[in-house]
T-cell receptor, first 117, second 113 residues
Framework: GESVGLHLPTLSVQEGDNSIINCAYS??????FIWYKQESGKGPQFIID?????DKRQGQRVTVLLNKTVKHLSLQIAATQPGDSAVYFC????????????????FGKGTHLIIQP | DGGITQSPKYLFRKEGQNVTLSCEQN?????MYWYRQDPGQGLRLIYY???????QKGDIAEGYSVSREKKESFPLTVTSAQKNPTAFYLC????????????FGPGTRLLVL
């Protein structure tokens, strides 16, 4: 899951297995969440988002689960492929954000997903 | 990269020099953002702009400046006052402001000679 340390946590999975990447968020006022994928040397790529009125949302091969009670977000990737190897970030945004100041999206440090052949 | 371009891909800065990073989007998005990414760290917000001719400081604006004269363009200048400029710089845009998905460009890596 996400870490406050200097080193990215790493998740190593076998090709074809399912991957679960976790994210703990701290702001109980957050009600919009996004998962991004970032390949080495590239910009983050949007994967999926979810709002707090939902606890699950599915995309193509990905599912995001939101547990507001324990402030936990997870990204599940089905049948992991070599192209899924990347750093995955969660981002959160509180409700009622009006843009006045440096609020808005807050990004976690990311989890490095490594695919074993 | 979703219609957002950044140039150059790599940029070298000499001591005391100002350098400008380009960000252009053709998505007709109102809001644009600049982030800095350091190794093993999350993205930190430098500046953001909700609309043309308006911009606001983010969490780490010191040593940086921006302009937003056109909707599609949001250049970032790294000034000589920024003492630790080596980082990966990411530009993003969103259609509106507040709980809107931000889409990112490919990034510019700035290195100090």
């Amino acid at each position: 899951g996400e870490s406050v340390g200097l080193h990215l946590p790493t998740l190593s999975v076998q090709e074809g297995d399912n991957s679960i990447i976790n994210c703990a968020y701290s702001n109980s006022a957050s009600d919009y969440f996004i998962w991004y994928k970032q390949e080495s040397g590239k910009g983050p790529q949007f994967i999926i988002d979810i709002r707090s009125n939902m606890d699950k949302r599915q995309g193509q091969r990905v599912t995001v689960l939101l547990n507001k009670t324990v402030k936990h977000l997870s990204l599940q990737i089905a049948a992991t492929q070599p192209g899924d190897s990347a750093v995955y970030f969660c981002a959160e945004e509180p409700s009622g954000y009006s843009g006045g100041g440096a609020d808005g999206l807050t990004f976690g440090k990311g989890t490095h997903l490594i695919i074993q052949p | 990269d979703g219609g957002i371009t950044q140039s150059p891909k790599y940029l070298f800065r000499k001591e005391g020099q100002n350098v400008t990073l380009s960000c252009e989007q053709n998505l007709n998005h109102d809001a644009m953002y600049w982030y800095r990414q350091d190794p093993g760290q999350g993205l930190r917000l430098i500046y953001y702009s909700q609309i043309v001719n308006d911009f606001q400081k983010g969490d780490i604006a010191e040593g940086y400046s921006v302009s937003r004269e056109k909707k599609e363009s949001f250049p970032l200048t790294v000034t000589s006052a920024q003492k630790n400029p080596t980082a990966f710089y990411l530009c993003a845009s969103s259609s509106g402001w507040g709980q809107e998905t931000q889409y990112f460009g490919p990034g510019t890596r700035l290195l100090v000679l």
